[in-house]
Each structure stands twice: as structure tokens, then as C-alpha cells.
């Protein structure tokens, strides 16, 4: 038989008499046979591959319009060859760089689209609650629980393994101040909680192992190794800090400065103290200046062989210069002593009491007399008896003259 025509202004195919019976039209293909038919005992209408009803569907409609399009070896996949057909989501159509799946992406509740997880609601707009669900993967099944659920589950959890392997042990209602605990397995992080401690460990380039802890009860901030290695800090791969596992502290060196390391050091076991070496060289060098909005107002500079301890003494920094006339008369009320300090009773030394010298060369003194700080200790007035020089010179040019005045 050729081609069936049926004429008319409603024409109509009628398969089948109403009774218990599949009805198809059977495509009967040279190597797969495909139909388009009635599967009477689902009461489906079914696209599917072979020559009876039901057996292999594809493409299933049932008789409340639900569609079902059965799993197979192949992705489903529409195919579009312009701009405008294809995939459509409540009348748009879906592209790889459009929004159409609205996936937790903040849809509204009036768009047609697929609204999932979010309720309709814009993503980041509305804060978690105990009771929101929570979507949890139990093998391969997808399960429904609640945040509060969830919340109590990770504060007792426990994941093992050896210590430089990945572990996480989280435990009690406050695990960040209980025991909590994250191993990263490579030269990345550690992270270790435990009775109110928080520590963080990272090695870097495989060299020693750097720990930071913070003391949640106190505020604390500390930083050290756990074990006899240097702590050392730098940038760009390259240290610029260390303290030694002896407490010593060197900058910009890996030991304490000396006539052949350059740097600045501070000495913990003995009683040198500061270091400072600024070249490797004998040549004229600073090792430490002073500056204020001013400028630079002093500095400590070596060189082949000695030190100077400098203040700005620059003529184009001064003004209203008058010789001092007086230098006999103010030199002869200064009061020199010998004395030891309470706390050296064995060493007995010369010198002045600050506050006495306070009227007479007031630029040589700092701080008040007397003066106590909050706990009532003492504020120590200080001296620097460099600037007692002026007064000496100028009282013994004023002896030189009467001298020569006599001689003559």
C-alpha cells in the first residue's frame, strides 16, 4: 500500500474500539522498530523503540499530561540551529551564559523559571534559621534535614587520620574554645583548638614549622615554633626576621650581628643587649638617626674605630645666638657629688642631682621633680650631661681672660 490520504474539513483517525487493548502504529525499520502507540494496561501514550506497546518507552504522556522521558545511554539534549528556538523555560530560552536555571541565583517568586532552593527569595537577602531545610547527600539519595540538625551534628564530629593527613575533631557546644582541630596533609595549614587556645601551624618551603596562637580568654596574640626552629618572617621569599630558638632576635641577618654579619640583633642570653652593625665595611657609617616633623635631629655614627653619638648642632638651623657671659657664675652653683644609686651600692660614681641642675642649665634635664607615675613608682628625672659642655667651655675662656688680665 502508498500513501493513506483522508480528505476533509476534519479528518480523523480513529485506532482502536474502546475496549482493553493496546492500539499502535508500528515503524517497521530495516535493523530497529520504533511505535506510536496506546499502552492499555498503563493507560499511557507512549513513543518507544520496537513493535509492542511498552517495551522500551522513550517518550511517555499519561493521562493527567505528565511527561516522561525514560533514562537511557544518551543525554537528553534539545538542539537549536538559531538564535530563537530551543530550550525554553516559561517562554525563554535557556543559553550556556543565561540565568534561565535560576539555581540559587536570586530569582524573584514571580518568574517562570525554575526556582530552587531559594523559595523565590534573592540569594543573601534573608539570614539562615534553625528550622530552614537543609538538602544532604546519604549515598546517592537525597535527603531533607534542618540547619539546627546539621548545626548539632558538626559541633561532635570526628574525622580521623594520621596527624599530617587530613583530620578534623570537633567537639563540644563551643568547639573553637573546647577541642577543634583541621590537619591539612602538605606544607599548607594546621589549625588546633584546645582548652581555650586557638593555634594555627604552616611550614613554608618545607622548612620549619611556624605556629601563631591566640588565647581567647586574655586576647593574647602569640606567635612560635613547636619545636626547636627558628621563627622566621620575610616576604617575597625572603627573610627579613628571626628569633632563634634561644629567644635571640635578628633583622636582616640569620645571626647576631658582629664585625662580619651585618644587621641588628638583640642578645636574650647575656648582657650585650642591642647589636647593631650597619656595614661591613670601616668606612663612616649610621647606625641609628632621630627624626620629628623637624627633621633629622640625631644619630649614632662609627667610624674606623669609634662612635659618635651625634645631636643637629647646624648653624642654619639656629638663630638668636649671644655669647654666654655669664659661665663662671652659673658653673660655680653647680653642685657635683659622688654617690652611688640604691639598687649598686658597691659602685660609687660622680655626678649631679638633676633637679638641681634644672635652674641652672634647664636644657640638660627631662621629666619633673618628684614625679610618680599611676602605680606611684617613680618618674626618674634625667641628665644628659653633654649639654653641660657649653657652660664649661664658656667658663674657661672667661678664667682665660682673667688670667692673661693678671698675667699682665
Request: proline share 2%; charged share 20%; glycine share 10%.
Amino acid at each position: 500500500m502508498g500513501t493513506i490520504q483522508i480528505d476533509g474539513s476534519t479528518p480523523k483517525l480513529t485506532i482502536g474500539n474502546a475496549t482493553a487493548e493496546d492500539a499502535l502504529i508500528v515503524f517497521d525499520g530495516n535493523a530497529q522498530d520504533f511505535y506510536i502507540g496506546l499502552d492499555d494496561s498503563a493507560d499511557d501514550l507512549v513513543i518507544g523503540l520496537g513493535s509492542a506497546a511498552g517495551t522500551t518507552p522513550a517518550i511517555s504522556i499519561n493521562e493527567d499530561r505528565d511527561v516522561t522521558i525514560s533514562d537511557g545511554a544518551i543525554d537528553f539534549d534539545v538542539a537549536s540551529h538559531d538564535t530563537s528556538n530551543g530550550l525554553k523555560l516559561g517562554g525563554t530560552l535557556v543559553t550556556a551564559t543565561a540565568a534561565e536555571l535560576n539555581i540559587m541565583d536570586g530569582v524573584t517568586a514571580t518568574a517562570a523559571e525554575i526556582n530552587l532552593i531559594d523559595g523565590g527569595t534573592a540569594r543573601g537577602t534573608t539570614a539562615i534559621a534553625d528550622g530552614d531545610g537543609v538538602l544532604i547527600n546519604d549515598a546517592g539519595t537525597m535527603r531533607q534535614t534542618t540547619v539546627e540538625t546539621l548545626k548539632t551534628y558538626i559541633g561532635s564530629v570526628t574525622l580521623s587520620g594520621s596527624e599530617n593527613n587530613n583530620i578534623a575533631t570537633v567537639t563540644g557546644a563551643n568547639a573553637l574554645i573546647g577541642e577543634a582541630r583541621l590537619y591539612y596533609d602538605g606544607d599548607v595549614l594546621w589549625q588546633e583548638a584546645s582548652n581555650g587556645t586557638t593555634e594555627f601551624r604552616q611550614t613554608v618551603d618545607g622548612g620549619g614549622t611556624y605556629w601563631s596562637s591566640l588565647i581567647a580568654s586574655a586576647s593574647d596574640v602569640k606567635l612560635y615554633t613547636r619545636t626547636a626552629s627558628p621563627l622566621i618572617l620575610g616576604c617575597n621569599n625572603t627573610e627579613h626576621m628571626r628569633v632563634a630558638n634561644n629567644g635571640d632576635l635578628y633583622v636582616n641577618c640569620t645571626a647576631l650581628p658582629s664585625a662580619s654579619v651585618k644587621g641588628f640583633g638583640i642578645d636574650a642570653k647575656s648582657s650585650v643587649g642591642m647589636i647593631v652593625t650597619a656595614t661591613n665595611t670601616t668606612s663612616a657609617d649610621s647606625h641609628y638617626q632621630t627624626f620629628n616633623p623637624n627633621g633629622q635631629v640625631g644619630s649614632i655614627q662609627t667610624s674606623g674605630s669609634a662612635t659618635s653619638f651625634n645631636t643637629s648642632s647646624d648653624y642654619r638651623l639656629k638663630e638668636n645666638q649671644v655669647a654666654i657671659a655669664d659661665g663662671i657664675t652659673r658653673l660655680k652653683n653647680l653642685k657635683p657629688y659622688r654617690f652611688n644609686f640604691k639598687v649598686d651600692p658597691d659602685t660609687t660614681v660622680d655626678g649631679f642631682f638633676a633637679h638641681e641642675v634644672s635652674s641652672i642649665v634647664p636644657e640638660a634635664i627631662s621629666g619633673e621633680k618628684d614625679a610618680v607615675d599611676e602605680n606611684g613608682d617613680i618618674k626618674a628625672q634625667g641628665i644628659d650631661q653633654a649639654k653641660l659642655v657649653p657652660l664649661l667651655t664658656a667658663a674657661i675662656i672667661e678664667l682665660e681672660a682673667r688670667v692673661k688680665t693678671l698675667e699682665g
